[in-house]
Structure formats: C-alpha cells, structure tokens
C-alpha cells in the first residue's frame, strides 16, 4: 500500500515529496528514554519540595507568613518549567 505525502516548498506550493523514512533507536536510546521517564517523579517532585521547605525557613527566620505561600507558588512554577522542559524533548 503506497501512501503519498505532500510538503510545502518555499513559496507555500503544495508539492508531492517521498515518503518519510524514520530513523529507528537503537537499544541505547530506548533505554536512555526509558530512565528518562523513570525519574520523572523527581523533575517534578523536588522543586515543590524545595519551595516549601524554603518558605517554612523564611518565615521562621523572619516571622512572615507569606513565605510559605511563595515558596508553593515558586515550586510549583519550577515543576510546571521542569514539565515542560520534558515535554519539549
């Protein structure tokens, strides 16, 4: 069964190309993905953890609630970036 495809070229003319020939992984590339997603529980774990804990060491030292809040807002901001950077690869 032939499929055809089709592409654009520089003047955004539709124009028939050949057919898209993936390059298949290797075992090393499989497994480096696979740990990839293995520890994808720190990516997103370890910066909410780290705000926290930086928020409650604030406002210990200086009395003031609202760093327990930015410390959550800062973690969770770093575990969306750290999403998103895993995503994008």
């Not at 069964?1 to 055809?4: A, R, V």
């Not at 003319?13 to 529980?41: D, P, Q, V, W």
């Not at 973690?75 to 995503?87: C, D, E, P, Q, R």
């Given at each position: 069964?032939?499929?055809?495809y089709f592409a654009f070229d520089k003047n955004?003319?539709?124009?028939?190309?050949?057919?898209?020939?993936?390059?298949?992984?290797?075992?090393?590339?499989?497994?480096?993905?696979?740990?990839?997603?293995?520890?994808?529980?720190?990516y997103l774990v370890t910066p909410l953890i780290?705000?926290?804990?930086?928020?409650?060491?604030?406002?210990?030292?200086?009395?003031?609630?609202?760093?327990?809040?930015?410390?959550?807002?800062?973690?969770?901001?770093?575990?969306?970036?750290?999403?998103?950077?895993?995503?994008?690869?």
């Open positions: 069964m032939n499929k055809e955004l003319n539709l124009k028939k190309s050949g057919a898209i020939r993936h390059k298949k992984k290797t075992k090393r590339e499989n497994y480096f993905s696979l740990a990839k997603y293995f520890n994808i529980g720190y780290i705000g926290v804990f930086l928020g409650f060491f604030l406002r210990g030292v200086t009395r003031i609630e609202g760093f327990v809040v930015g410390g959550i807002i800062a973690g969770a901001v770093g575990t969306f970036y750290n999403l998103f950077k895993l995503t994008k690869e």
